[in-house]
């Protein structure tokens, strides 16, 4: 059984449905458990002294599970289990952290253009890339 992290970015809901459809091709061939994971950024300290303290964080958990909505009725949809997992951090480190905690042997970030930014300093999905250093973890998408 293949697990797959799939990281979400509400965005680019395109490259959501692009790295469901490549999920859903895996699953032809093997089954597939998909893990969902949305990053939120972290605050500055100035920024975070103004929330009671929890407040900030509950803030950023519910609009994480905000933004996984998409992606869990799609595959809800397409009857194929998944959980959900809201995380606080750096986008590229939290995701590797994650894949590897969670066990994951794929990364799924679906297709879309590299916008300005990705083509100077390179996709999220090439950070990870890097990150993993070969580490046995496949990454697709760009």
């Not at 939290?94 to 253009?113: M, P």
Request: hydrophobic share 40%; with cysteine.
């Amino acid at each position: 059984m293949k697990h797959i992290l799939m990281p979400i970015d509400p965005a680019q809901p395109a490259r959501t449905r692009s790295a469901i459809d490549e999920v859903l091709g895996m699953r032809r061939d093997e089954p597939v458990t998909v893990h969902l994971l949305r990053v939120q950024p972290r605050v500055t300290s100035h920024v975070a002294m103004c929330f009671r303290p929890g407040e900030l964080q509950a803030m950023q958990q519910q609009a994480g599970a905000e933004d996984l909505q998409l992606a869990q009725g799609l595959l809800a949809a397409a009857g194929l289990p998944f959980t959900s997992t809201v995380r606080i951090g750096r986008s590229a480190p939290t995701i590797v952290e994650t894949a590897r905690e969670l066990g994951c042997d794929r990364i799924v970030f679906g297709r879309d253009e590299p916008g300005l930014t990705g083509r100077l300093f390179g996709s999220l999905a090439q950070q990870v890339r890097q990150l993993l250093g070969g580490a046995g973890v496949q990454v697709s998408g760009s």
